[in-house]
């Protein structure tokens, strides 16, 4: 690591109280979702956009990593500070503001997304984008991974609801990329070369989140299949009748399993261990009428067995198999890689027979689940944290998977970004000059390197670095 005591002596002295070296405040920064640790020399936690404007120039001029940081919710390593450097904290920027007339509402880049939920719901107004860690990640944290969830597939995902972003080029400079209006052609679109673009390439402080009317009902149906192969070919069959479920999750048989020994309770008598599907629609009681209907019919023609809410208690009852499952897994070991990839809708029963095949080969428990609107499942890779061998197995598995799904015309990432972890398979996804395009872009914005390095381009090998031994709340969910 550099030696940058004097840079963050004089940031000190800039910025007083707001700067702190204290062991824990460094440790607490050390490290993201990933678990993957690496001590900052500094956390620094600014109240206005003065203060962030003295960090960069000063990191610019004796070139310190910076590391903007919201919750820490990433899984890949993108908050984890590799080279040393300073975290730049942003949780303490909460505001929320809606403007419930044009349906809009101006964020900080700390407010918490389950928060942003709140405050428009209560207007009336709705915003999708909800990662299962929404009671903890931030909404700057969701635009630098482009967070999607479980709405994904009918509504969109982060990218989709950003009008415009606030913040400041890694140079200092403060910036404003669109405004607060439903259309803007004004110059080069900057604003979507930040989004997804994991804190490398500005610091975000504020966005403008585009809202949609609140839906006015919802209702709930879960099914099952003999198979996998069989709950992608119905969820394929429902989307030809071009019925649009506001989410369409889908949880293998070995998820099914752990939810299930995790509740004491089987989700269809007498069929324990059979895949499902979850399905929500949303929209007006006219709307949802006429759906209904059509899913039904498309159930009893397709599906193993069915079971529809009749209120939202009913429907709570049905979304329990899907909150369990993802913590009930480490029944099976005590830790995963959890990768969130995207497959073609076309692909979805070629990607089932290979997860099979992957699953023999390995050794390993790969419970499966994910949202199939949008083709982003999350495969998990179980295996035992004390178990080098079994580690380097799980590691090899991804390295197959990866592979498949891009041969399969997939995405590696489909919400949870590049960062650390995802670094060899850029190459997979992306050619030479693709790659050479983006780091131009990087250079161009970022001269001196500062903000967050180390993450996307350069290869890392994460099973090189040991991973912390804690849990993270968002494990539970």
Sequence with gaps: MANFHSATALLKRRLGARVTTAHDALFAASFDGSKLSFLPDAVVRPKTNAHIAAVLALANKYHVPVITRGAGTSLTGSGSPINGGWVLDLSGWKKITVDAEAGFAQVQAGAVVGDVHKAVEALGWFYPPDPASKQYCTIGGNIACNAGGMHGGKYGVTRDFVVALKGFLPTGEYVEWGVATKKFSSGFNLRDLWIGSEGMLGVITEATLKLIPLPEARWTLLTSFDDEPAAFRAVRA??????????????????????????????????SGRPVVLLELAGSASELAGQKETVLAWAKANTLAFREARDRAEAEELWEVR??????????????????????????????????????????????????????????????????????????????????????????????????????????????????????????????????????????????????KITMPWDHK
């Design 323 to 468: 909150r369990k499952c993802s913590p009930a897994m480490f029944a099976l070991a005590d830790s995963k890689l959890n990768e969130d990839i995207v497959i073609p809708m076309r692909s979805y029963e070629k990607f089932a027979v290979f997860l099979e095949k992957l699953r023999k080969s390995s050794r390993l428990a790969i419970p499966t689940f994910g949202h199939l609107g949008d083709g982003n499942l999350h495969v998990n890779i179980m295996y035992h944290r004390d178990n080098r061998a079994e580690y380097l197995r799980a590691e090899k598995t991804v390295d197959r998977l990866m592979a498949e799904v891009v041969k399969l015309g997939g995405a590696i990432s489909g919400e949870h970004g590049i960062g650390l972890a995802k670094t060899p398979f850029m190459r997979l996804q992306h050619s030479p000059a693709q790659l050479k395009a983006m780091q131009a872009v990087k250079h161009a914005l970022d001269p001196n390197g500062i903000l967050n390095p180390g993450k996307m381009f350069k290869v890392f090998k994460v099973a090189e670095h040991p991973r912390l």
């Design 238 to 271: 429902l989307f030809a009748l071009r019925v649009q479920p506001a989410i369409c999750e889908f949880l293998d048989r070995y998820s099914v399993q752990c939810a299930e020994v995790k509740t004491g309770k089987t989700v269809f008598a007498g069929q």
